[in-house]
T-cell receptor
């Protein structure tokens, strides 16, 4: 397995459910990211981890809870979501956060398509 | 100030034609401008990028044209092929910061055979 792998590919959950999205990168990178992709909107950066430390939380509601147990794995725990949270959630990684995007470009996974009913 | 405005929202081009996607920005502190390509069911992938010290960068059939004074940059796909059909996103960054990458809203390109 190479690159950035996200599971599950599709997830349907009710507003009272608790679920988790998983991301695993096999690139030896030190920085990992969660993005939200909604139709006709720019990609929204949600969380950034560098060497397992959270370095950014872009005013994301507390119903989204990230976890980075090691530099290869990233989780997004979901609870009591709203229908407007339905979107494609993308995980990405880069070599080092401080190296800059031109030296350390983002590598995206294929995303989890989340539908909240 | 932090937005990157992308147009058109969708584009249909005949095979062999030129596809042109435009982006505009306001923040003159942006200093790195990448384009990402996203196929259905896949994540975005870096296609080509430019810094403002050059006006054009070419990689194969893909060219970025950059107009610093107009605060605009565009992606040109020469000899467009059906395999180029995808969504294209422009982006901009300050200081090349990965966590400060601002994306456009995307352009859905369909190349008809």
């Amino acid at each position: 397995e190479t690159g950035v792998t996200q599971t599950p590919r599709h997830l349907v959950m009710g507003m009272t459910n608790k679920k988790s999205l998983k991301c695993e990168q096999h690139l030896g990178h030190n920085a990992m990211y969660w993005y939200k992709q909604s139709a006709k909107k720019p990609l929204e950066l949600m969380f950034v981890y560098s060497l397992e430390e959270r370095v950014e939380n872009n005013s994301v509601p507390s119903r989204f809870s990230p976890e980075c147990p090691n530099s290869s794995h990233l989780f997004l725990h979901l609870h009591t979501l709203q229908p407007e949270d339905s979107a494609l959630y993308l995980c990405a990684s880069s070599q080092d956060l401080g190296a800059g995007v031109y030296n350390s470009p983002l590598h995206f996974g294929n995303g989890t398509r989340l539908t909240v009913t | 100030q932090q937005q990157v405005k992308q147009s058109p929202q969708s584009l249909i081009v005949q095979k062999g034609g030129i596809s042109i996607i435009n982006c505009a920005y306001e923040n003159t502190a942006f200093d790195y401008f990448p384009w990402y390509q996203q196929f259905p069911g896949k994540g975005p992938a870096l296609l080509i990028a430019i810094r403002p010290d050059v006006s054009e960068k070419k990689e194969g059939r893909f060219t970025i044209s950059f107009n610093k004074s107009a605060k605009q940059f565009s992606l040109h796909i020469m000899d467009s092929q059906p395999g180029d059909s995808a969504t294209y996103f422009c982006a901009a960054s300050i200081g090349g910061a990965t966590n400060k990458l601002i994306f456009g809203t995307g352009t859905l390109l369909a190349v008809q055979p």
